[in-house]
Each structure stands twice: as structure tokens, then as C-alpha cells.
């Protein structure tokens, strides 16, 4: 069975940075592509972040395109994703996810397991 557990959120300024880590294990890591969501009070979970399963390809969402990084290491079993210049607006609850699809995917339903979130608070 695969596990995910995110680490890293906390509570930062506006235009800071923070880096959020996602360990994986009970599976082959380099049999899935991984996504980053988040979800805000009131709101459904949107796609942040995706990398492909070798890591050459990479997905954002446009909110957060120029700012936020996501890559992996198949070594360490673990994908970060460096989040720059934050805003207010990026206050959300962050989710690991892992998925067995070939191809990336920026659908949350599509993603098979997924990691107990890590809160990240922006504040202006």
C-alpha cells in the first residue's frame, strides 16, 4: 500500500518562500506521476503542480506558473515542490498525490493515494 507524508507547511509572509517535501514508500516511486493540490476553506481542491514519472516533464497551474517549482527525486522516493513569492491567496491546506496513469494528469479524481495535507498560511 502506498503511503505519501507531506511536510514542510507553516506560516510565512507575503513574498516569502517556503518548501514543502512529500516522502513515498510501500511502492515503486518511479512508477507514478505526482501532483501537488491544495485546498482552501470553503473551497474544492485544485490542481497546483504535476511531474511526470522520470521527472522531465512538469504541469502548473496558471495561478501559481513562474512562482512554484515542483520536481523529484526517484532516488529518495520523495517530490518537493519550492514555493516562491507567495501570496495571501496561496493560504490552503496542501496534498501530495501519486498517480499510476502514463501520462500526467491535473485531475485530483484521476489520483490513486494521496498524503494527510500540510497547512500552509500566507499572511499580508
Known amino acids: 500500500q502506498v503511503q505519501l507524508v507531506e511536510s514542510g507547511g507553516g506560516l510565512v509572509q507575503a513574498g516569502g518562500s517556503l518548501r514543502l517535501s512529500c516522502v513515498f514508500s510501500g511502492r515503486t516511486f518511479s512508477n507514478y506521476g505526482m501532483g501537488w493540490f491544495r485546498q482552501a476553506p470553503g473551497n474544492e481542491r485544485e490542481f497546483v503542480a504535476a511531474?511526470?514519472?522520470?521527472?522531465?516533464?512538469?504541469y502548473y497551474a496558471d495561478s501559481v506558473k513562474g512562482r512554484f517549482t515542483i520536481s523529484r527525486d526517484n532516488a529518495k522516493n520523495t517530490v518537493d515542490l519550492q514555493m516562491n513569492s507567495l501570496k495571501p491567496e496561496d493560504t490552503a491546506v496542501y496534498y501530495c498525490?501519486?498517480?499510476?496513469?502514463?501520462?500526467?494528469?491535473?485531475?485530483?479524481?484521476?489520483?490513486?493515494?494521496w498524503g494527510q495535507g500540510t497547512q500552509v498560511t500566507v499572511s499580508s
Open positions: 498525490a501519486a498517480d499510476s496513469a502514463v501520462f500526467v494528469q491535473t485531475a485530483p479524481g484521476v489520483y490513486d493515494y
Open positions: 511531474i511526470s514519472r522520470g521527472g522531465s516533464n512538469t
